[in-house]
């Protein structure tokens, strides 16, 4: 099972809501990634999560909350958001972060929450 | 972080060979070259990787310039469905400031005529 599952497919928020995107793998892979891509943009990176710590945080503001409960799961707590966060937001994960191996690992990402902040 | 120069747009007849050009003259020593496609609707998906030799696996080939600063993804013989966004990644091992980071560039999209 290469999957990496992505809950709700499509989100609709207003600016005073709080909610949740829901992301999860069964590989067994240690690294997650969370992802915001606007129209006909490319992804950008916003959090990396490796071992279920924190390890990359690409500056992203405080309305954006991850959390990772288990090596399965992993979150993003939405509060406080702005239209401009209108976005597809993607999860991946992969092996790990290139640790044991010394090489990169590929990336398998899922098919992304579609947000509309309203 | 090492930046890579791919065209913006690309097109194939179907059944054709393809071949998707990327520079990426400033690459680190320890910098693999990834290759990612993101089809229509869908998220972006793993195609190959090579750190210096030519690498095949069963979606395409990668051929790397022997001073590395360019690299091309071959695609056999294009179908309809590989119509996508490439994207050529440069990625760091650990230590390094792209360590796991994908750091996408605006890829080329790739048409494939009937």
């Known amino acids: 099972d290469t999957e990496v599952t992505q809950t709700p497919k499509h989100l609709v928020m207003g600016m005073t809501n709080k909610k949740s995107l829901k992301c999860e793998q069964h590989?067994?892979?240690?690294?997650m990634y969370w992802y915001k891509q606007k129209a006909k943009k490319p992804p950008e990176l916003m959090f990396v999560y490796s071992y279920e710590k924190l390890s990359i945080n690409e500056s992203v503001p405080s309305r954006f909350s991850p959390e990772c409960p288990n090596s399965s799961l992993l979150n993003l707590h939405l509060h406080a958001l702005q239209p401009e966060d209108s976005a597809l937001y993607l999860c991946a994960s992969s092996q790990d972060m290139g640790l044991p191996s010394g090489r990169p690992d590929e990336q398998y990402f899922g098919p992304g929450t579609r947000l509309t902040v309203t | 972080d090492a930046k890579t120069t791919q065209p913006n747009s690309m097109e194939s007849n179907e059944e054709e060979p393809v071949h998707l050009p990327c520079n990426h003259s400033t690459i680190s020593g320890t910098d693999y070259i990834h290759w990612y496609r993101q089809l229509p609707s869908q998220g972006p998906e793993y195609v190959i990787h090579g750190l210096t030799s030519n690498v095949n696996n069963r979606m395409a080939s990668l051929a790397i310039a022997e001073d590395r600063k360019s690299s091309t993804l071959i695609l056999h013989r294009a179908t309809l469905r590989d119509a996508a966004v490439y994207y050529c990644?440069?990625?760091?091992?650990?230590?390094?400031?792209?360590?796991?980071?994908?750091?996408f560039g605006q890829g080329t999209t790739l048409q494939v005529k009937p």
């Open positions: 990644i440069l990625v760091g091992l650990h230590g390094s400031s792209n360590t796991g980071k994908l750091i």
């Open positions: 590989m067994g892979h240690r690294a």
